[in-house]
């Protein structure tokens, strides 16, 4: 159970602050995709099969602040898990091509350096988790910490809805990951790709094809 054989699909992950526009973007990729005639699978964490929904709701519910730092890590690996085994890597042996909105990088940042439970216990996890499945891209929507944070409450206003416990984090929360993943692109620059998010939704939109276009 350790190990997976590399699968034959296309996992491309979506990363960056929140509100810093990764759902606007993997939308728009998965439909350029589909007009190519491509089979694409879309999740976005935490969630994906019911089960993992389930824990999302959990996750994101702006009631629960008594949230512990442990127990919000091993809810997002619980909910990464059962994406893995029932959505993720089926669709890759199929040879599909799939988009995930957030995956272990987002945890390595919020929660092994925002809440500061250190990279190597997210690791750990994702070991259990993942046996070894890494995206073969991730594209990291640049977006300072300030702005993005106004973009998500901005959206929130405009659609209510009660899943923005992670939104409600201070401004020096949201630094501390922006800082983590510029370091995390630094280091993984194969294959963390930076797109710049401050400009509007189709030339982000051309950025991105111009990556994604060498891999598919
Ligand atoms: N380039 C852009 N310029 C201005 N507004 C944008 C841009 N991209 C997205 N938005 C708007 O900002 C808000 C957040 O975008 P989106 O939901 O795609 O971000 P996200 O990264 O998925 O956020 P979250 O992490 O909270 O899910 C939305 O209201 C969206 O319409
Ligand atoms: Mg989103």
Redesign the pocket.
């Known amino acids: 159970m350790l190990f997976h054989v590399k699968p034959r699909g296309l996992f491309i992950t979506?990363e960056?602050?929140?509100?810093?526009?990764?759902?606007?973007?993997?939308?728009r990729l998965a439909a350029r995709l589909r007009s190519q005639g491509r089979t694409v699978l879309e999740t976005?964490e935490p969630g994906g099969p019911p089960v993992a929904m389930k824990i999302r709701r959990i996750l994101l519910d702006s009631a629960n602040q008594e949230l512990s730092p442990a127990t919000e890590i091993l809810l997002y690996f619980a909910s990464r898990a059962q994406n893995v085994d029932e959505w993720i890597l089926p669709a890759l042996g199929r040879g599909e091509i799939v988009l995930s909105?957030?995956f272990t990088d987002s945890s390595l940042v919020y929660q092994g350096c925002g809440r500061e439970l250190g990279a190597q216990a997210v690791e750990a996890l994702d070991r259990i988790a993942c046996r070894g499945l890494k995206p073969d891209l991730t594209l990291l929507?640049d977006?300072d910490a300030e702005a993005?944070l106004a973009?998500?409450r901005?959206?929130?206003v405009?659609?209510p809805h009660c899943?923005t416990r992670?939104?409600d984090q201070s401004i020096e929360f949201h630094r501390k990951v922006y800082d983590a993943y510029h370091a995390l692109a630094a280091a993984e620059s194969e294959r963390v790709k930076l797109v710049n998010?401050?400009?509007?939704?189709d030339?982000?939109e051309q950025e991105v094809w111009s990556i994604v276009s060498r891999y598919v």
Not at 16 to 27: A, E, F, I, L, V
Not at 197 to 201: C, K, P, S, V
Request: proline share 0%; hydrophobic share 35%.
């Open positions: 979506f960056g602050m929140d509100g810093s526009g990764k759902t606007t973007q993997m939308h976005a909105d957030r929507v977006v993005s973009r998500a901005a959206r929130n405009a659609e899943e992670m939104d998010g401050r400009t509007d939704i030339a982000i």
